[in-house]
């Protein structure tokens, strides 16, 4: 039985709001005073306390074999300093207990905006080109205790991926 790993290249896709959708929603500046629309971040972090704190990361290269859902509630996330980002993220199919592997995409998300996960979407990331990044996450106070569910796909594919360079 061989003990060799794949990798599988995923190219990163510039972020639109389109091809975004079925994975969550990306959230531009808009004019101040605007009223309340779908164009605004569909927020769900009514099952706890939610949490909205600053995380720095270090820089991690663009490879992954894990891959992560939060079912109780919505994420979002946004770098600081305009610095433009990476993510890998799988639909949310909360009846499967593990990403549907075709399903994976990847996304370069520019520092102009922040995503918000759906409830169930996977994803693995941030990942990005500086030493280091802050990031603004908001999620609920204990989403990483009781609710961080992780797929290992070296465990059941033998499988690594790695995010290339943007498409369009």
């Excluded at 949490?51 to 992560?68: D, E, H, P, S, V």
């Amino acid at each position: 039985m061989s003990t060799l790993q794949t990798v599988q290249q995923l190219p990163a896709k510039w972020i639109t709001p389109e091809n975004f959708r079925p994975y969550g929603q990306v959230i531009f500046a808009c004019e101040d005073g605007k009223n309340f629309d779908v164009e605004d971040a569909q927020l769900n972090l009514q099952n706890g306390t939610p949490r909205f704190y600053i995380m720095r990361l270090q820089q991690r290269g663009r490879k992954f074999a894990k891959i992560t859902r939060h079912l109780q509630c919505t994420q979002c996330l946004g770098s600081l300093a305009g610095k433009d980002w990476l993510i890998a993220v799988c639909p949310p199919h909360n009846h499967l207990s593990e990403p549907i592997l075709e399903e994976i995409a990847a996304f370069r998300i520019p520092g102009n905006c922040f995503i918000k996960l759906n409830q169930g979407t996977w994803h693995a990331g941030p990942y990005f080109e500086y030493e280091v990044v802050d990031f603004y996450n908001l999620e609920l106070a204990d989403t990483n205790i009781v609710d961080h569910f992780t797929h290992d796909f070296i465990k059941s594919h033998k499988l690594e991926f790695e995010i290339s360079h943007s498409i369009s």
